[in-house]
């Protein structure tokens, strides 16, 4: 597959053909209250990096076209499969209808969490990503199956929530059956 640079995606159009060729791995990523577009940009940009089925942008979450998404996105939200909803509960349910057996996790510092030692992802997975003050919403943890917890050694208590997106997906790859695993 024809692999484009930073350039050819901020100038490029969307390749029909090209975007038929990707296989998408059986991860869904919703964003719950996502207010920093530089986040949102860069949250699709890293969706597509791992061929997320699709992802949900929910509440308050900006959505595109919005110049910041764009940029931070380096254009990769033409690429990758999104849909607003209004909570993340419509999100789930939808994600239900199209994926049964569907197993979520959200990505939270709370009581119930298990480190990311711990965790190992069943498919298709869902992965929900916090407001970057207050987190996830209670409702939205009540959906969850599991509470991930990223640790945390120095004197800071958290990560960017993009970053923290970032490292469960990648972790999330590896527990993908070979079969299923999108690498060319």
């Known amino acids: 597959m024809n692999r484009l640079n930073a350039k050819e995606l901020r100038t490029g159009e969307r390749d029909a053909k090209l975007l038929k060729k990707i296989k998408r791995n059986p991860i869904y990523v919703v964003c719950d209250d996502v207010l920093d577009t530089y986040n949102t940009g860069s949250i699709f940009r890293l969706c597509d990096a791992v061929a997320v089925e699709r992802l949900y942008l929910c ?37 239900k209808e ?11 510092q709370h009581e119930k969490s298990l480190p990311l030692s711990a965790y ?21 943890l009540a959906l969850s199956d599991k509470i991930i917890e990223l640790p945390m050694f120095g004197v800071n208590r958290s990560l960017n929530v993009m970053v923290c997106l970032g490292i469960i997906l990648y972790k999330m790859i590896d527990y993908l059956p070979k079969n299923k695993l999108v690498l060319k």
């Not at 199209?98 to 939270?108: N, Q």
């Open 59 to 95: 509440g308050q979450t900006e959505t595109p076209p919005n110049p910041r998404i764009k940029k931070a996105s380096v254009n990769t939200w033409q690429w990758v499969d999104w849909r607003y909803k209004e909570t993340v509960a419509e999100a789930i349910g939808e994600i």
């Open 120 to 140: 190992q992802p069943e498919f298709p997975q869902v992965l929900i990503a916090g407001n970057e003050s207050y987190g996830i919403s209670p409702e939205a």
């Open 98 to 108: 199209d994926a049964p057996g569907v197993r979520i996790a959200a990505i939270e």
